[in-house]
């Protein structure tokens, strides 16, 4: 098992249709982490910008879902290897 494999692995699943939805739910993971994460940084981006609290929050639920945009293009990316500590989730 390679740490490149690993590292930029994408979903695996014995088709395009089952890739592509299994990188859709983990995009969804990690948008919902991403606002999860918001909350406190909107109360630390009041503290050191001057913005209200939703305009520091609203920013770092834009940031939260470009990685989540970030995170589906990796997992449904097929010219990666297919992630070998991943298995197929049969949803």
């Known amino acids: ?28 993971r990690t948008f919902i982490q991403g606002v999860a994460a918001s909350f406190g940084t909107g109360l630390i981006g009041t503290s050191l910008l001057t913005a209200t609290y939703w305009e520091a929050f609203g920013v770092s639920v834009l940031g939260a879902l470009i990685t989540a945009g970030a995170s589906f293009l990796q997992n449904v990316a097929t010219f990666f290897p297919e992630d070998p500590t991943q298995t197929e989730a049969g949803i």
Do not use: Y
């Not at 690993?6 to 299994?22: C, I, M, N, W």
């Open 1 to 28: 098992m390679s740490a490149a494999a690993v590292v930029l692995g994408r979903s695996p699943g014995t088709t395009f249709g089952a890739t592509v939805k299994l990188a859709f739910l983990r995009a969804i």
